[in-house]
Each structure stands twice: as C-alpha cells, then as structure tokens.
C-alpha cells in the first residue's frame, strides 16, 4: 500500500528526491514519515509531516539538507536530499500514521510501511 521509489547511487553532495506513493486507501488524512537504517545499525527516524503538510519535524542529523513535503491529490509523500553525505546511506521507509496529528518520530506510531528504497552515497 506504500511504495517507496527515487533511490540510487549518488555522489557525496549531490541530492536525490525519494518518493513514496500510497495506494488501497487515502492517506491524506494520516501523518506520514520518513525512517532509514544504514547496514548493521537500526531503523532511525529521518522526517515527518502532518497529514495537512502545515507541520515537519525533522532528525537533528538531516536538518536544513532533506526536506519532506506531500500532495495529497497524488496520495504521495516527498522527501528531497541535498547535500548527501556517506553517512546518509540507508534503505529509506515510508511510514504512515492513521491516528496522527501531529508528526511523530515514535516508530511505534506508524502503522503502515512501505518496502524501502536503497540509497547509496559515495564518498
């Protein structure tokens, strides 16, 4: 139901923009989220957004590089990546909230997930 797409390989710097698609169900209403985790390490909250787009929160490590948006015509949720660093390399997840609010960094919150794009940044 979610479709997480927009990984690759890029260099150190560069950006790439994810994109996660929603289908089955609306999920304009529901908080959505982005979360990652690098090879050996586990999942980490990345960026979350409101159901009406008006609120963000962001991890302290992505802050002023990634920004996450939505459209909820498309039932699609954005996260764009610029200045990619090597640490920044993961298998990203969409996630979404159906009782949210406000948006959450709490793993728990989030009741659907999509499958994850592999994003690989070289140095």
């Known amino acids: 139901q979610l479709q997480a797409s927009g990984g690759g390989l890029v260099q150190a710097g560069g950006s790439l923009r994810l994109s996660c698609a929603a289908s089955g169900r609306t999920f304009s209403s529901y908080a959505m989220g982005w979360f990652r985790q690098a090879p050996g390490k586990e999942r980490k909250f990345v960026a979350a957004?409101?159901?009406?787009?008006?609120?963000?929160y962001y991890a302290d490590s992505v802050k002023g590089r990634f920004t996450i948006s939505r459209d909820n015509a498309k039932n699609t949720v954005y996260l764009q990546m610029n200045s990619l660093k090597p640490d920044d390399t993961a298998v990203y997840y969409c996630?979404?909230?159906?009782?949210?609010?406000?948006?959450?960094?709490?793993?728990?919150?989030?009741?659907?997930w999509g499958q994850g794009t592999l994003v690989t940044v070289s140095s």
């Open positions: 957004i409101s159901w009406s787009g008006g609120s963000t």
């Open positions: 996630a979404a909230d159906r009782y949210g609010v406000a948006p959450t960094y709490e793993e728990y919150d989030y009741d659907y």
